[in-house]
């Protein structure tokens, strides 16, 4: 790649000059040269809001593909996928026991090197099979902290000085915290436990573009492009010559198509650094109910670096909930009665392990991946107690149900769940026997089941609450944040959860729908409401207001003090827009992105009535950095 073909790709700022660490001449030349797929991205883009689109005008669900058809960039027919008619990838070694992987950016906000790589050092040394570094929905956007991420995950893989002093520092302090809590220290020698966990990253979807890197000025730029060359440039040497797979998850995922735009990609990146084919291995995450109809179809297009599905509840729910955005009798209950053994979750959960247990043409299987567990244990004793206690119980049903494994929000958690797995003692559930996945019309109605559940008042306090924290907290650079709602501040009986954009989602999607679709309640409530009540804009906006106003009354612990004026008012705009609108707009985050950074309210309601509008008129989202040209602070 010459100089002139890297000169084409523009860097924000003076971030370049910042961060020549990661962005590299190598990484600028390698991105360039992935550019053209930029416009693929873009295509099968509009595609998704044409789908989208069409369903609501037509109001049809969502079906499964023709058998007949032909996968995209692939030669595989979707009869030979759903038969195991392709070839799969091996595990890796290094991927055969992932009882918990442990989730969480590699970043802080407003934060100094030393300081954000204790991240770094709590994953590698939690005793986690794998962790997931994310770049996408727990990684917040502010400022530069997608490029801090990236230097922060180099500087550990090099084992650079400054990381191994904090990971010591770190050490001590796990043990400190473990010997109250288990009665045993966790890290016996640091540095050897340094090495135990698979290093895994996350880039960002399809959908999304990056905030400090396009091509030649245009509008934007693919974020999954910069992600995955920044970290596989940047890390491969360090990690092959370790002995360590390459591995990424991919989000959002929504058909086969896109698996196989995804695969194209990476395939081109192995080309360009002459790291032989499909060396880079992928996980993808199933949060979407479009590609719920498509498991196979996606397993084949990756074909011999697939090694996973994960089943991620928040994302999902969202999905299903936007797919059947038309659909009047589609409403969903209180979000705490949405569990994994919920109608459609049940499901969804049993498609993904009959999916995965179905063979190759080599007899292959591949790994499941169970769900997020969120609780942390910090609170009362009696608190600590039942949130671990169901921790434990919902581990156990998935290690029941067939998963080889599952995820934890923080890494305190991977000493109370990764005891579910070491009793069973088998490294995975590697083609463990399940009844083969069907694709019929009785298939396509469970994957919508709604089951009778609380929608109450509550749930609607709950459901405000929780997003209008969690938008504030975006706007702080905390895109993962442990949150409660406002009637629970100061009880330590009743744990934070770890929340990440998925979760303010689905929150904002639920008030939607029962707000549009015209929801009964289902029990009284001290508002004034009875059951069989709608649920009015009336009330929403009642309610609204009241939930803002707890949470600009609450102590610093829970609501910062300098957000109260700034990004929490920003985020009740944005709650406001979204769940009052007529049209369903199809992406939260867009809402996020268009006012990060920006701290005066008139600006932030002129940007978001920018995007509403844009989407109204040509259905289209404005997904670039507005500030991009601006100096970067």
């Known amino acids: 790649m010459t100089t002139q073909h890297r000169s084409a790709v523009e860097v924000r700022a003076n971030l370049g000059a910042t961060y020549p660490d990661v962005l590299t001449p190598q990484a600028l030349d390698l991105i360039a040269a992935l550019a053209p797929f930029d416009a693929e991205r873009r295509d099968v883009m509009s595609a998704r809001l044409a789908r989208r689109a069409a369903r609501a005008r037509d109001q049809r669900p969502v079906g499964f593909l023709d058998a007949s058809a032909t996968i995209p960039r692939t030669n595989l027919s979707v009869e030979d996928a759903r038969a195991g008619r392709f070839t799969g990838s091996e595990i890796p070694a290094d991927l055969e026991r992932q009882w918990i992987q442990g989730t969480g950016p590699a970043a802080r906000p407003h934060a100094t090197v030393e300081k954000s790589l204790r991240n770094v050092a709590y994953a590698l040394l939690s005793g986690a099979d794998g962790w997931m570094f994310d770049g996408e929905d727990a990684l917040g956007q502010l400022s530069t902290m997608s490029l801090d991420n990236q230097r922060n995950l180099k500087l550990a893989n090099e084992d650079d000085r400054l990381f191994l002093t904090v990971a010591e520092d770190v050490a001590r302090e796990m043990n400190t915290w473990s010997s109250a809590a288990l009665g045993r220290p966790i890290v016996a020698d640091w540095r050897t436990q340094l090495q135990f966990t698979t290093r895994i990253f996350r880039a960002r979807g399809l959908h999304l573009d990056d905030r400090h890197v396009r091509i030649s000025a245009e509008r934007g730029f693919s974020a999954s492009i910069v992600d995955v060359v920044l970290y596989v440039v940047n890390n491969q040497e360090r990690l092959r010559a370790a002995g360590s797979s390459l591995v990424l998850y991919l989000p959002k995922i929504q058909t086969a198509d896109e698996a196989s735009l995804w695969n194209d990609m990476l395939a081109a990146v192995e080309g360009h650094l002459g790291l032989g084919n499909s060396v880079i291995k992928t996980y993808v995450l199933v949060e979407q109910l479009e590609a719920c109809f498509q498991l196979m179809e996606i397993r084949a297009a990756l074909g011999r670096r697939f090694v996973g599905f994960n089943t991620g509840r928040w994302d999902y729910i969202n999905s299903v909930a936007d797919a059947l955005a038309w659909d009047r009798s589609f409403v969903n209950p209180n979000i705490d009665a949405i569990t994994m053994t919920y109608g459609y979750m049940r499901h969804y959960e049993d498609r993904v392990r009959r999916a995965v247990n179905t063979p190759d043409a080599a007899g292959r299987t591949a790994l499941w991946q169970g769900g ?116 629970f501040f100061g009880n330590d009986d009743v744990l934070y959860l770890m929340e990440d954009m998925a979760t303010g989602e689905i929150r904002l999607s639920i008030l939607w729908e029962w707000l549009h679709k015209q929801a009964r309640l289902t029990a009284d409530d001290e508002v004034g409401v009875k059951a069989g009540d709608l649920f009015t804009e009336e009330l929403f906006v009642r309610l609204l207001g009241e939930e803002h106003d707890k949470l600009r009354g609450a102590a610093d612990k829970d609501v910062h003090a300098n957000s109260k004026e700034t990004t929490l008012p920003i985020a009740r705009a944005i709650v406001d827009v979204y769940v009052r609108d007529q049209v369903k707009l199809p992406w939260y985050i867009d809402l996020l992105n268009i006012t990060l950074g920006v701290h005066d309210l008139a600006e932030a309601e002129r940007r978001i009535a920018r995007l509403r509008d844009s989407f109204h008129d040509t259905g289209s989202r404005i997904t670039e950095n507005l500030d991009f040209d601006a100096p970067q602070a």
């Open 372 to 487: 997020m567990e969120p609780n942390i244990p910090v609170g009362s004793a009696a608190g600590v107690a039942s949130g671990m206690q169901r921790a434990i119980a919902g581990a156990t049903r998935e290690q029941q149900a067939g998963a080889s494994g599952k995820w934890v929000a923080h890494w305190k958690m991977v000493h109370i769940v990764r005891p579910v797995w070491e009793r069973a003692g088998q490294a995975n559930q590697l083609g463990r026997s399940f009844p083969p996945l069907t694709h019929t019309p009785a298939d396509a109605t469970a994957l919508a089941e709604l089951e009778p559940a609380p929608r109450t008042v509550r749930g609607a306090r709950d459901l405000i609450s929780v997003a209008l924290q969690y938008g504030n907290a975006f706007g702080q650079g905390m895109q993962a944040a442990a949150l409660k709602p406002a009637d």
